[in-house]
């Protein structure tokens, strides 16, 4: 009996475990034989450009890499990423339902985009409040190694969101 007992819970033990997604970092999503990065040594705005209320009514700076490698075999696996929220739409309800999920704030705002494999395109149908966008972000769903491009940046992964949640330190 106690046999049957313990392959009961295995059973459905497993499936529970295995539905949990993996945790990816940043660094997993550049290929290891990949170059180094060489950081982008132009100004970050043309100040000429500049307006005079705000830094962010510059144009974007250039992406270095846009076309930067990625990690195929990633294609497909879920997985649960942290990082921050670029808005690229936002619905009626002040929610952004499309973004960018880089990982460092100001990403692609403030600075110049990172490489394109270090930036996820991501969709969710219920999104992420407009006024909550300055906290990193856990995002969990499906990764796609698949290209896009938007006004801010070219992003080398994909995702459609099966859940957004605040990113917070184990303790």
Same mark, same amino acid.
């Not at 945790?23 to 550049?30: F, K, R, Y």
């Not at 974007?60 to 497909?76: T, Y």
């Not at 990172?114 to 990764?143: C, F, R, T």
């Given at each position: +009996?106690?046999?049957?007992?313990?392959?009961?819970?295995?059973?459905?033990?497993?499936?529970?475990?295995?539905?949990?997604?993996?945790?990816?970092?940043?660094?997993? =999503?550049?290929?290891?034989?990949?170059?180094?990065?060489?950081?982008? +040594?132009?100004?970050?705005?043309?100040?000429?450009? =500049?307006?005079?209320?705000?830094?962010?009514?510059?144009?974007?700076?250039?992406?270095?890499?846009?076309?930067?490698?990625?990690?195929?075999?990633?294609?497909?696996?879920?997985?649960?990423?942290?990082?921050?929220?670029?808005?690229?739409?936002?619905?009626?309800?002040?929610?952004?339902?499309?973004?960018?999920?880089?990982?460092?704030?100001?990403?692609?705002?403030?600075?110049?985009?990172?490489?394109?494999?270090?930036?996820?395109?991501?969709?969710?149908?219920?999104?992420?409040?407009?006024?909550?966008?300055?906290?990193?972000?856990?995002?969990?769903?499906?990764?796609?190694?698949?290209?896009?491009?938007?006004?801010?940046?070219?992003?080398?992964?994909? +995702?459609?969101?099966?859940?957004?949640?605040?990113?917070?330190?184990?303790?």
């Amino acid at each position: +009996m106690p046999r049957a007992l313990l392959a009961l819970l295995m059973l459905v033990a497993l499936p529970l475990w295995a539905a949990q997604p993996r945790d990816l970092t940043w660094s997993e =999503m550049i290929p290891p034989d990949a170059a180094p990065e060489v950081p982008n +040594m132009t100004p970050l705005h043309d100040l000429s450009q =500049m307006s005079s209320t705000l830094a962010e009514a510059a144009p974007a700076a250039r992406q270095d890499l846009p076309n930067a490698p990625v990690v195929n075999s990633l294609d497909g696996q879920d997985v649960r990423l942290p990082g921050y929220i670029v808005p690229l739409e936002v619905n009626e309800a002040g929610r952004t339902t499309e973004f960018l999920l880089v990982p460092y704030f100001g990403a692609c705002i403030h600075v110049p985009p990172p490489p394109s494999n270090q930036i996820v395109h991501v969709k969710s149908e219920v999104g992420v409040k407009l006024d909550e966008l300055y906290q990193p972000y856990w995002i969990e769903g499906a990764l796609q190694v698949k290209a896009s491009s938007s006004e801010l940046a070219d992003a080398g992964y994909q +995702m459609d969101a099966d859940k957004i949640y605040v990113y917070e330190l184990p303790e």
